[in-house]
């Protein structure tokens, strides 16, 4: 394969990446694992000690440096998450019942793509290239739902472009790797306003009876990086550990308001003339760092098990804070998120030369407790079950096709903390299915 059919396919798969937008989060918060075909078969257990699929350059950037060819992987992971609320008594601010249904499934479908590019410059040393996802999020509910003051639509998808270094310090032993990871993060977030409340100690007016709505858009480029570790101690066992650094994201772009005559005229009759009027803003978000640690081991000639943990840092996920270039006071939201620990394990076993089997499991933990669980990412804790299997075609192509289905635990909502938009009580229910094909080109 030449240069220029490589850079040609890098452009492909970020103009798709781009097109497809907002990406589904598989993972607690809303960052993004599916990364692979053939680790999605095993829960992503052997990311960080995977030296066989080019997807090790965003588990574990340290891995590529035992490649032993150059490889162009492309992986396509379709998403389907299914969202359900169910009310439990949720009441605007002087004890009403909030109107509307309960928003049916909030949750979408989502294409991911992805590319490796791993390429060998000396003996072992290797330069790497990913274009992925890391992270995304997307729900969407009616316009007129009970929760619709909280959220309607909510869309986030992160792109990253990360070229990366890999050298064995100890050949067939240790090796270390770096990456570069240059972040675009897009976002949308629409809700309903209720003028009824806000208005409602001013001019008398009545909750959940003058509407508005608001929409948000705004857009970043932000860098990053990630360091790793892959140490062999014999050849039938691999360790991997591997760090992601936190990325600052600071979106500006666009607020649009959707203002009810009335309630226009109440605004401007109180000196209010520049609220909710279209206007630029700006909000602030830090996608987390995480900690990868994990062991491969052959069992003979036909097995191979691989277990990790993951540690992310979503207590950097305190508050989102809008601010509008307006006269507007900024309008925050609290999240107070918790860091989580991902404990993932998955077996291989080798038929023949052209067939593998796997298998995973994992426990995700949910960043996000009942007193903030939003409509827009009902987080909760997770268990992954997963099933693939892996051909090798001939000597210069691999193809794999997985499936993992994740069992989320049903979270409650009791959403106190925002008088004017409410107060969501009920509970979540929500599950995923995870669909992945990868094709692996060697050369």
Not at 27 to 36: K, P, T
Not at 106 to 123: C, E, H, S
Request: some cysteine; glycine content about 12%.
């Amino acid at each position: 394969m030449t240069a220029k059919c490589v850079r040609c396919c890098g452009i492909f798969f970020l103009a798709v990446l781009i097109t497809l937008g907002g990406s589904r989060a598989g993972a607690s918060g809303f960052a993004l694992v599916e990364q692979s075909g053939k680790g999605l078969g095993e829960s992503f257990a052997g990311g960080p000690t995977d030296t066989e699929d080019p997807s090790s350059l965003f588990y574990n950037p340290a891995a590529s440096a035992f490649s032993a060819q150059n490889a162009l992987g492309l992986s396509f992971s379709a998403i389907d998450i299914s969202v359900k609320y169910k009310d439990s008594g949720s009441t605007d601010v002087i004890g009403q019942p909030l109107t509307g249904g309960d928003g049916g499934d909030g949750g979408t479908v989502g294409l991911v793509p992805n590319l490796y590019y791993v390429q060998q410059v000396a003996d072992g040393v290797v330069f790497g290239f990913t274009v992925n996802a890391p992270f995304g999020l997307a729900t969407k509910y009616p316009k007129d739902w009970k929760g619709r003051y909280h959220g309607v639509e909510s869309d986030l998808a992160v792109i990253g472009i990360s070229p990366s270094a890999a050298l064995q310090i100890i050949p067939d032993v240790l090796s270390l790797g770096a990456a570069l990871n240059v972040q675009y993060a897009d976002a949308k977030l629409t809700n309903a306003i209720d003028f009824g409340t806000i208005l409602m100690a001013g001019a008398g007016t009545t909750p959940q009876t003058l509407d508005g709505f608001a929409d948000l858009t705004g857009d970043d480029w932000a860098l990053g990086y990630s360091l790793g570790l892959l140490y062999n101690p014999t050849p039938t066992t691999r360790l991997g550990l591997s760090y992601r650094s936190k990325v600052d994201h600071k979106l500006s772009g666009n607020v649009k308001f959707d203002v009810p005559l009335m309630a226009r005229g109440i605004l401007n009759a109180a000196g209010m003339s520049d609220f909710f009027v279209n206007t630029g803003g700006r909000a602030r978000v830090t996608l987390p760092e995480i900690i990868t640690a994990g062991v491969y081991q052959e069992l003979g000639d036909d097995f191979a098990v691989m277990a990790s943990v993951a540690w992310t840092k979503w207590s950097r996920f305190k508050e989102l804070v809008v601010k509008f270039d307006s006269a507007q006071p900024d309008s925050p939201t609290e999240e107070n998120w918790e860091d989580t620990l991902a404990y993932r394990l998955g077996v291989n076993y080798f038929i023949d030369e052209r067939w593998t089997l796997r298998a995973g499991t994992a426990y995700d933990e949910g960043a996000v407790k009942s007193a903030y669980r939003t409509p827009r990412i009902p987080d909760n804790d997770r268990v992954w079950v997963s099933l693939g299997a892996g051909y090798q075609v001939n000597d210069d192509l691999r193809v794999d096709l997985s499936y993992a289905h994740l069992f989320i635990r049903d979270g409650k909502s009791e959403l106190t903390n925002k008088p004017e938009a409410g107060f969501l009580v009920g509970e979540y229910e929500s599950s995923i299915n995870i669909f992945a094909l990868e094709g692996v080109f060697t050369f």
